[in-house]
């Protein structure tokens, strides 16, 4: 099977902006998690889809946002950017319904200038 | 919620020593711990996982020990190569929960 893919892989915006990533997860796979990654702050956990509905989510402001199709395939969007949101920006995929493991996506690096 | 602390942020072994990593979490409701190894430049790699209901699991030169009682779970890497330098994450999960990560281990295995 192909592993969880992210699109774009790159992506540099300007403050003020707004951005949409991408999540495919892998075949079969109906929970698709997002995670932010800084060198200071580690993995922080945005938001969890399952089946197209938003199952937990993490303590970041509304500018971040996230939702999931009926393709299991989930978009996060960030809007006003501000510097601080330079990042990676991972998702995983995993079975949902009791299946705990995830696999991660390559991740999308975002930078604010 | 679920807090998971990770030690040593740091470490750095002689190849072929073995490496240790330990991690305690806080919500007793915790039933699954994964670990997971990122390279650098590269995503987060599952390595191995243990759930609640078992003390510990082995695959080939790495092991994970769960302590249910003292809420701890710890990483073992033995015969320690220089491929396995990386930073290695804990997380925890309770059923319908989040994923909580530590904040990684770097590890350095000197030739």
């Known amino acids: 099977k192909a592993g969880v893919t992210q699109t774009p892989r790159y992506l540099i915006k300007t403050r003020g902006q707004q951005v949409t990533l991408s999540c495919s997860p892998i075949?079969?796979?109906?929970?698709v998690s997002w995670y932010q990654q800084t060198p200071g702050q580690g993995l922080q956990f945005l938001f969890e889809y399952f089946s197209e509905t938003q199952r937990n989510k993490g303590n970041f402001p509304g500018r971040f946002s996230g939702r999931q199709f009926s393709n299991s395939r989930s978009e996060m969007n960030v809007s006003t950017l501000e510097l601080g949101d330079s990042a990676l920006y991972l998702c995983?995929?995993?079975?949902?319904?009791?299946?705990?493991?995830?696999?991660f996506g390559p991740g999308t690096r975002l930078l604010v200038l | 919620g679920e807090n998971v602390e990770q030690h040593p942020s740091t470490l750095s072994v002689q190849e072929g020593d073995s490496a240790v990593i330990k991690c305690t979490y806080s919500d007793s409701a915790s039933n699954y711990f994964p670990w997971y190894k990122q390279e650098l430049g590269k995503r987060p790699q599952l390595i191995i996982d243990i759930r609640s209901n078992v003390g510990e699991k082995k695959d080939q030169r790495i092991a994970v020990t769960l302590n249910k009682t003292a809420k701890h779970f710890s990483l073992h890497i033995t015969e320690t190569q220089p491929e396995d330098s990386a930073v290695y994450f804990c997380?925890?999960?309770?059923?319908?929960?989040?994923?909580?990560f530590g904040t990684g281990t770097r590890l350095a295995v000197r030739p």
């Open positions: 995983a995929s995993g079975l949902g319904g009791g299946q705990e493991t995830q696999y």
């Open positions: 997380a925890a999960k309770s059923s319908g929960d989040k994923l909580t």
């Open positions: 075949s079969g796979h109906r929970s």
